[in-house]
């Protein structure tokens, strides 16, 4: 998502390429991606670092949400022949002739959720897509996503700040034996500590919308990450990777994807997948979680979806 535009800024297109470069050399292998991240040219820039790259690489992309906020505010759209359309689009930028994993956004609370996925169906059986996933679905649309064709995956905001898939759609994963995508699992950053001196974000970025970014919650959630941070460095590792480690710890099906364009970054997260957290941390952090929950709602009111 942070190839376009990142939290901290605007990314330029070589700085991009060597984020995905260093990541390949690193050996990660799964890179999410959407049609609306840049409007398109998120999609554009990972398929240009991937050229002559793509072999090894799973490749995962979305439809279904067109955008965020526009002057119409959060848009949706699941109809079959926006499905359609979008793969077509997604093939072109991507440069490759078939997407690995094929998510649907955003259930559109106008389109029966059968009917997208009906349509994503037919893409696996015309070879364009090999795999299909959802995000940020409720577990009744779990289930009638997954009655219509098998899913391998459901993405949703995971994170020690953010736990609600554990209220439901944890337990559906594993009945489906489908990974659970846990997206934004440095909490937008504010778990790897360096966000502790901002009192505040540009209009231009995203946690600017989101209560839990803000005022009051703001600083709260400052104070829970610095005492998240003194767990890690009792552990000799970074706060970032305490967040990595611990989602690894929750499940095998458990897949964080951690957002960088940072070369130190990119070395400092994919080494959290080697760090075991030890029992009596694990006790702690949900001790720590518990006597001090994280404030603030994730999403404004307008971002909220019937049923989402
Ligand atoms: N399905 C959905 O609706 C949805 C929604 C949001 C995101 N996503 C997916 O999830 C991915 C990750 O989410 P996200 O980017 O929102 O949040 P995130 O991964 O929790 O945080 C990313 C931010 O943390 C910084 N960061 C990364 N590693 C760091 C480190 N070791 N130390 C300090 N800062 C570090 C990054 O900056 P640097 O570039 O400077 O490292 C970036 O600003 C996205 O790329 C996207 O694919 C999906």
Known sequence: ??????????????????????????????????????????EERLGAALAGRRDGVLLASKVGLVANHSAAGRV?????????????????????????LYQLHRVDPQV??????????????????RY???SEVTPQQLRRAAAVHPLVSVQSEYSLFERGVEAGILA????????LIAFAPLGKGLLTGRLQSVTGFADSDLRSRLPRFGGDHLRHNQQLAATLGELARALDITSGQLALAW?????????????????????????????????????RI????????????????DWRLPGG
């Open 1 to 42: 998502m942070g190839l376009v535009d990142g939290y901290f800024g605007a990314v330029s297109a070589d700085q991009a390429t060597r984020a995905v470069h260093r990541a390949l050399d690193l050996g990660i292998t799964l890179f999410d991606t959407a049609d609306s991240y840049g409007a398109g040219a998120g």
């Open 76 to 100: 949706v759209d699941g109809r079959p022949e926006h499905v359609r359309a979008g793969v077509e689009a997604s093939l072109g930028r991507l440069r490759t002739d078939v997407i690995d």
């Open 112 to 129: 029966p959720v059968e009917e997208t996925v009906g349509a994503m169906a037919t893409l696996v059986a015309e070879g364009k897509v």
């Open 132 to 134: 299909l996933g959802v």
């Open 172 to 179: 559906e994963c594993d009945r489906l034996g489908a990974a």
């Open 247 to 283: 989602l690894l710890s929750r499940s095998a099906l458990v897949l964080p994807i951690p957002g960088s364009t940072s070369s130190d970054h990119l070395a400092e997260n994919a080494a959290a997948s080697d760090i075991d957290l030890p029992a009596e941390v694990l006790v």
């Open 286 to 301: 949900d001790a720590v979680l518990a006597a001090d929950p994280v404030s603030g709602d994730r999403y404004p009111e």
